[in-house]
Each structure stands twice: as C-alpha cells, then as structure tokens.
C-alpha cells in the first residue's frame, strides 16, 4: 500500500513540475503550444508544427511590440505562415525576421500571456532548430532586450531563455540545459553550511 501512495505522489508530482511556467513580468517566450505550456518539442521532418511568440505576464495593457526573432540549428526548415495577432496589427520593420508592431487594441490575455505572433514551420530534414528572442532592428529603447508598449510608455523586456544569446525554444533538441554561473553554486552550498 506504502509503494502504491509513493508512485502515486512521484506521478502527481512530476505532472505539476512540466506545467506552466512562471516567468517574471513583461517576458518574451516561444511556445509550441496556444496555452504557453510547451518550449521544446520533438517532430519529423514534412510535419508542420505552430510556433507562438508570448509576452508572459504583461505589466499592465499592451497595444505593440518590437524584437527579432531568429532560428538556428542543422535542421533546414522554414515558415509556411506568419500570423501577426491582435486587432489591426501592422508591423513597419521590412526586415524578414523583425517586428515592429502595433495595434489598434490591447492584446487579450491568455494564461497570463498575450500571443503577439503565430507561426507555423516544418523541418524539410532531420536536425535541430533553435529559436532566439532579440532586440528590434531598430530599437525604441537601449539595453538590447525586446520592448512593448502600453498606453503610450515603452517597457523594456526579458527574453525566456534569461540571456539573448541563449535559445528561448527548440525543436528535437533539450533546450533548458543552460550554463549556470559557478558562483551560484557556492551561494547555494554556503545555506546548508
């Protein structure tokens, strides 16, 4: 009976540790599912899978956004569509991988998210892909990070993965795996002493 209620408790447990994740305020995602739940996935090539660009816990209305977004990795693939959510959005940046976006209302939320793009990619061949969260071709505001804005103020943003040089989602490839600094470590070490 004992080991019925242990694997009974491990299952629920590591049920709730793949759940939504809680990023800090005003945080640039990709998911690969529409209820912000899912980062990484793994799919065969000539399959098209959605790929959704998220502002996590938006600090207050938000009516634009401006960042880039890029993918990387050995697998060839491409976008079949690109979707700007939102009413009347328009994106003013011609760069292929830019955004500059604005609406004529504030994005719904969702899961404590508002979808900003939807896209939906296939592989064309076996490999990895990689997708990063940068600042605009031509940013509002310095820092190198995404912006938004909201009732007329531009908020500087993070990006998911923590830095811009690290993959914020990715696709048949563990992504989460990211370097922690060793000092971390130490400070965490020094608690129990």
Do not use: H
């Amino acid at each position: 009976m004992k080991t019925l209620v242990v694997l009974l408790l491990s299952v629920l447990m590591a049920t709730a540790a793949f759940g939504y994740i809680n990023y800090p305020t005003d945080t640039f995602a990709i998911y690969f599912d529409s209820g912000n739940f899912t980062e990484q996935i793994y799919v065969s090539p000539f399959v098209p899978f959605n790929a959704y660009l998220v502002l996590t816990n938006p600090a207050s209305a938000t009516n634009g956004f401006e960042c880039t977004v890029t993918t990387s990795g050995t697998a060839p693939a491409f976008a079949l569509s690109t979707t700007l959510n939102g009413a009347g959005a328009i994106d003013v940046d011609a760069s292929p991988n830019g955004f500059m976006v604005g609406c004529s209302a504030n994005y719904p939320r969702l899961n404590d998210g508002c979808t900003l793009v939807t896209w939906q990619y296939m592989l064309t061949g076996p490999g990895i892909l990689q997708f990063f969260i940068n600042k605009a071709t031509i940013p509002s505001l310095p820092g190198g990070l995404p912006v938004v804005t909201g009732d007329g103020v531009l908020r500087r943003c993070g990006v998911s993965s923590g830095e811009v040089t690290f993959p914020c989602a990715c696709v048949n490839y563990e992504c989460r795996g990211m370097p922690v600094e060793s000092s971390v470590f130490g400070s965490i070490k020094a608690l129990f002493r």
